[in-house]
């Protein structure tokens, strides 16, 4: 009856924003009403996650969230919501892996490369994150230091694009981003990739190994893309919205563009989703307390 306002909790020209504003004009043409894109970025995704917590429960307010709504509660010790509490799953939308990248004329040519670095000066290599602290993009550089024993400073920015500008630009170590705004510049030779952040290679970049096999066993991060709505919308809606936004992301069309910016269509029911999400919060919690992370 009305325009729906899509809420995603990062800046624009990140991954996550590129998946979103995809499945906005799908949708937009399926319900014939425009789904406005409301960027709302910083603070691992909390400014965004707080402005959706707090909408009208009818509806026309959906959450595009990433993992990063997994850790938020486990990293944050002060928050205005409870992401268990407060919203409603609809459907997990895709996933995707990270690629640790450099500049090109980086004398960083290996993972291996990466860690003797770090551990020849600690501290002072950078790493950043699409999404600010918080973020699964902190949380991936997180977990690479805690399994392969390094300090490398995290720097936060509120998008991918900022953080990939100021890699190209010298002032950023490496950046650990998702695959969608990563591949198109490996393409293109402006940056160079060292390994992927998933189980095994991946066939966008069939020469990259995995971070596991490069030189840090147990290392994996799959990041996911999903739709919740504000406490309360009426269980119709959620299935309803769930049913549409399945539809279009098993397309043949949307699963090949998800596929060419390396990520993985999903589609799932909102009960699936919904336990999905706790298990991967139960995830994230574990790595928060044992590298003894805090936002305090």
Do not use: C
Request: charged letters at 20%; proline letters at 7%; a positive charge.
């Amino acid at each position: 009856e009305k325009p729906v306002r899509m809420v995603i909790h990062i800046g624009p020209g990140s991954s996550m924003d590129i998946v979103g504003r995809l499945l906005a004009q799908k949708l937009h043409e399926a319900w014939g009403q425009p789904v406005i894109v409301d960027n709302r970025a910083g603070a691992g995704g909390t400014i965004g996650i707080g402005v959706a917590a707090k909408a009208p429960s009818d509806g026309y307010t959906i959450l595009f969230a990433s993992s990063s709504m997994a850790i938020t509660s486990s990293y944050y010790k002060k928050l205005p919501f409870d992401v268990l509490r407060d919203f409603e799953p609809i459907t997990q939308i895709s996933s995707r892996f990270n690629v640790l990248v450099v500049k090109p004329d980086s004398p960083l040519n290996s993972v291996k490369d990466v860690i003797a670095a770090a551990k020849a000066k600690p501290g002072q290599m950078t790493f950043g994150s699409g999404g600010g602290s918080g973020s699964s993009d902190h949380m991936a550089g997180e977990l690479l230091k805690l399994l392969a024993g390094v300090h490398i400073t995290h720097v936060p920015y509120k998008s991918g694009s900022q953080a990939q500008g100021d890699l190209m630009g010298g002032r950023l170590s490496i950046y650990l981003g998702g695959m969608p705004i990563n591949l198109p510049m490996i393409k293109s030779g402006r940056v160079k990739p060292l390994g992927v952040s998933s189980a095994k290679r991946t066939a966008l970049l069939p020469d990259v190994p995995t971070i596991a096999e490069a030189g840090v066993p147990g290392f994996e991060v799959n990041v996911w893309y999903g739709l919740f709505a504000p406490r309360g919308t009426p269980p119709a809606i959620i299935s309803k919205i769930s049913a549409e936004v399945s539809r279009i992301v098993q397309e043949k069309e949307m699963r090949e563009r998800l596929a060419g910016m390396g990520a993985d269509s999903e589609g799932t029911t909102p009960a699936a989703f919904k336990a999905y999400f706790r298990r991967d919060f139960a995830k994230w919690a574990k790595l928060v307390k044992d590298a003894k992370l805090t936002s305090n």
